[in-house]
């Protein structure tokens, strides 16, 4: 089994023997009265139904000596249609991904619930073991993936033991041994920027391509297509770049230099998008808007409001957007610690990641890094490129698809 995995703080996106995989990065640990019958089904379509998307069902529990938290878990969207109370990543731990149990509990049961599905699909008897050994691509921030004893440590966590991942959705349970045979990690931001610069990919190219034209006519001649298809090449494949990957818990700053990452002028910022939504959070809540989370609040923003609703959604939306300046600065100081020590000239900025999305729109956060680059080039405009919706999200994993494959 092939395995990329970007484990994020707010969604894990992996790609599995070619079958892309997201869901929430959450899991409920049951009690005894969270405890649902097993699962009967009245016909054979009804199951065929189930069992095709068997990793939005898990039920879980976890044998394995590189996790220590006890329980038995539903994992990602079963946990969230349950609604019971959610477990995820706690974005203000400095202790990070590579020491947390929750990587291994998300990880370890997507790649069994993946091997269920697999062996359901062949025909095969699921009342016996499933083996399946593992090589997977994975990705730490810079903060953690940078430093080696880091990273040796988080792959020995799936590498020197096996582990045993037992399904209880059904009377009888599912049982699956995991053994890793390669764990490979890299840096977030580091496997997005490798992806942007081998990519084959043309719709990604002609998004970056209209979010330079949009934003940089000043820059090219708008009558020479040819000049303007060489400078897209060349931006694509910068061999001196900054990758700003704005995810849910941190924000990865990764500055390549001669095409290859330089770790000093590479920082992670230890917020994302979460933090300045919980910030949000505060200041809707003195408003008297009543929201209990940034998960309620997320899905609000990402609802389409109703006519009886929509000035309320709009209020809503102004107050989150207006917080979210501060954290942009934030952003901007860390690109300008990586610019005084990279000691050279940037020739693109590229920002990706599940944050970036309504960040583009809504905020400064463009305007501001265009005259922060100014600042360290000599007045002279660096553009700034947002990396289109559709990829924006996945970019991490779309570089660790091309590791594992030519592992």
Not at 98 to 104: G, M, P, Q, R
Request: charged share 25%.
């Amino acid at each position: 089994m092939k395995v990329a995995n970007d484990l994020g703080y707010g969604a894990v996106k992996a790609v599995i023997d070619g079958k892309e995989i997201k869901f929430p990065s959450v899991f409920t640990i049951e009690r005894e009265q969270d405890i649902a019958s097993p699962i009967e089904f009245d016909d054979r379509s009804q199951k065929d139904v189930y069992m095709n998307d068997f990793l939005s069902h898990m039920d879980v529990t976890i044998s394995s000596s590189a996790i220590k938290t006890p329980g038995r878990f539903l994992i990602g969207q079963n946990a969230v249609e349950q609604n019971l109370p959610l477990t995820h990543f706690d974005i203000n731990d400095y202790a990070g991904k590579s020491e947390s149990d929750y990587s291994l509990i998300l990880t370890l049961s997507m790649i069994a619930g993946a091997a269920v599905e697999e062996e359901y699909k062949k025909g095969n008897d699921l009342s016996e073991p499933i083996k399946t050994k593992v090589k997977m691509a994975t990705a730490l921030p810079i903060k953690e993936g940078s430093n080696i004893d880091t990273k040796n440590m988080y792959r020995e966590r799936y590498t020197a033991t096996k582990h045993q991942v037992t399904f209880h959705n059904f009377k009888n349970p599912i049982v699956v041994s995991i053994e890793f045979e390669k764990v490979l990690v890299a840096t977030e931001g580091e496997s997005a920027q490798f992806f942007i610069s081998t990519n084959q990919n043309k719709e990604l190219t002609e998004g970056i391509k209209a979010d330079f034209v949009a934003h940089y006519q000043e820059l090219f001649d708008k009558n020479n297509s040819k000049e303007l298809e060489e400078i897209i090449t060349n931006l694509i494949h910068a061999k001196n770049a900054i990758s700003i990957d704005i995810g849910a818990g941190t924000v990865d700053i990764v500055t390549l230099i001669n095409g290859k990452p330089l770790v000093v002028a590479s920082f992670s910022l230890s917020e994302g998008y979460d933090n300045a939504l919980e910030e949000a959070i505060d200041v809707l809540r003195d408003k008297r808007y009543n929201f209990s989370s940034v998960a309620e609040l997320k899905e609000f923003l990402a609802s389409e409001p109703s006519p009886l609703s929509r000035a309320r959604y709009n209020a809503v939306q102004d107050i989150v957007y207006a917080q979210l300046e501060p954290f942009c600065d934030r952003i901007v100081d860390e690109v300008s610690r990586a610019l005084r020590k990279a000691g050279a000239d940037i020739q693109v900025v590229f920002v990706h990641g599940g944050g970036s999305i309504p960040m583009k729109d809504h905020t400064q956060l463009r305007t501001k890094l265009e005259a922060k680059l100014k600042s360290y080039n000599g007045g002279y405009t660096v553009p700034i490129i947002w990396i289109p919706a559709k990829f924006a999200q996945t970019l991490n994993r779309d570089g660790l698809v091309y590791v594992v494959e030519h592992a």
